[in-house]
């Protein structure tokens, strides 16, 4: 019987995540579909990636969470044997003047984001390394790369992302492991939609908002044996913004 090439996807309930999950589910992989708290949307992307033919399942743990995601790690790994690919996707905003900003609100989005990645990376990787493969793929933002007035926490996080992961690249490459990180811009999700959309479409020389799709279609590639040579990059995903 064939090995299953697994993927854990953090956050996959809605926008990239989601797309990201049917995205792999086409090429072969099967798909866990993690999420926090809405089993509805998680349910949702996992209707997604049966009508195109995919396998996946769905699995509640919150990445901040050290001991939930150890020990959904461990489950996947005795039920599966492997982890082929994982996609730390998984985050959340709380946006605000840094003089204004709460305690809570700062913990809530590094915890989520930055601790995130090493709560779940850390169990992920110890399985990769002792298959001797793997693919880390991170989201990040261009949030990260200039500045965005009220996002300091978030900034802060998603910066960490990428000097995290060039750091692990340098570290795992010797074991067939890539670390990669694509940082998307302006994109039509959920996390957008308080946003002065007109406004923003003006900052973009495509003029236009990014779709889920159009990340996932790069986080496909970076996952494929078409990429076999690329680790330790950030890939901006952003319509153009230098």
Same mark, same amino acid.
């Given at each position: +019987? ?33 999420f ?18 995919? =396998?996946? =399942? ?7 969470d050290?001991?939930?995601?150890? !020990? ?13 690919v ?18 809570? %609100?700062? !913990? ?18 110890? %399985? ?5 493969r ?11 790369? +200039? &500045? ?39 994109? %039509?999700?959920? +996390?957008?939609?308080?946003? &002065?959309? =007109? ?5 973009? &020389? +495509? ?16 996952c ?19």
């Amino acid at each position: +019987m064939d090995e299953k090439k697994i993927a854990i996807v953090t956050g996959a309930s809605r926008g990239i995540g989601r797309a990201t999950a049917v995205e792999l589910a086409k090429i072969g992989y099967f798909v866990i579909i993690n999420f926090k708290s809405n089993e509805s949307a998680a349910q949702e992307t996992l209707s997604l990636v049966h009508a195109v033919g995919g =396998e996946a =399942e769905i699995s509640r743990f919150d990445v901040a969470d050290s001991t939930q995601t150890k !020990d959904a790690v461990k489950t996947i790994v005795e039920h599966y044997k492997n982890i082929h690919v994982l996609i730390n996707n998984a985050g959340v905003t709380a946006d605000g003047l840094f003089m204004l900003l709460g305690e809570d %609100e700062w !913990d809530s989005v590094i915890n989520t984001s930055l601790k995130g990645f090493y709560n779940i990376t850390k169990p992920v990787l110890r %399985e990769m390394v002792r298959k001797k493969r793997g693919s880390i793929i991170s989201l990040s933002s261009l949030s990260a790369l +200039m &500045p965005n007035r009220g996002q300091s926490n978030y900034s802060a996080a998603k910066a960490g992302i990428i000097a995290a992961s060039r750091s692990l690249a340098t570290e795992v490459a010797r074991f067939g492991i890539r670390v990669n990180v694509v940082a998307p811009g302006l994109i %039509e999700t959920d +996390m957008i939609k308080e946003a &002065p959309v =007109e406004q923003i479409k003006q900052m973009i &020389p +495509m003029a236009r908002l990014g779709k889920p799709q159009e990340v996932a279609n790069v986080i496909r590639f970076l996952c494929s044996d078409d990429a076999s040579y690329i680790t330790g990059q950030v890939i901006g995903i952003n319509g153009g913004i230098c």
